[in-house]
């Protein structure tokens, strides 16, 4: 069963097993929409990417499953008929852990195969944003037609639910947020910290789906 859950700053696509769920699927951190689904499988290809799940069709199109450099799945996925949404209200931004050993590889082969570019690149980010606080770390921030994704570089050592989280949404007002998400049944599971740039918080929904929610630090 799948269900599509359109909010202002984001799309969700809910996927629901009667069965056990089939590998490698469950473990993308996200899904692209392309307009031509072999030629974007020949470009991630030709960046270094690996072709997990080939083609196949669904109901409404055609699917496929890579992974870059680094070990990050992604779903590619294309519409017979093209969809049609409304503006969101902010971008939300791709969460993904890489090794040092392949952070440089994968960030090269995103950027190649998005045509973006890298917003930010900071060696000394702090350790907060990944549960370690008097830490530092490396964090990349890269935009493309694709959306924001941001790039946790580390050594592996991370406190739950760190790299656990799949997606940051970014939100006018963080505690009127986590006020309406409590009161839906939704777990803080990571408390409001401040960083140089926003108030951030890690939840998780009913069914174990983890985000971080985050809103513009105010100075």
């Known amino acids: 069963m799948s269900q599509l859950v359109l909010t202002p700053v984001g799309s969700i696509s809910v996927f629901g097993f009667k069965t056990p769920i089939p590998y490698p699927f469950g473990l993308e951190r996200t899904g692209y929409l392309v307009t031509d689904l072999d030629a974007a499988i020949r470009a991630a290809r030709s960046t270094g990417a690996d072709v997990l799940v080939a083609p196949f069709n669904d109901p409404i199109g055609r699917d496929a499953i890579i992974q870059w450099p ?11 008929t093209a969809p049609s949404y409304g503006a969101l209200q902010s971008i939300p931004e791709n969460r993904v852990y890489v090794s040092t050993d392949k952070a440089d590889e994968f960030v090269r082969s995103f950027l190649a195969f998005s045509h973006g570019r890298a ?10 944003e990944i549960g370690r606080s008097g830490d530092t770390y490396r964090r990349v921030r890269l935009e493309s037609q694709f959306g924001k994704l941001t790039v946790f570089i580390t050594d592996g050592h991370l406190p739950y639910p760190y790299g656990r989280e799949m997606t940051g949404y970014e939100v006018a007002n963080l505690a009127d947020t986590l006020t309406k998400a409590k009161a839906a049944g939704v777990e803080i599971l990571i408390p409001p910290y401040t960083t140089s740039d926003r108030d951030a918080a890690i939840v998780q929904f009913p069914g174990g789906y983890i985000a971080e929610i985050h809103s513009t630090a105010k100075r």
Do not use: E, F, K, R
Request: charged share 10%; proline share 5%; aromatic share 10%.
């Open 119 to 128: 917003a930010s690149d900071d060696a000394h980010a702090p350790g907060v």
């Open 70 to 80: 680094g070990g990050v799945n992604t779903q590619l996925y294309w519409h017979t």
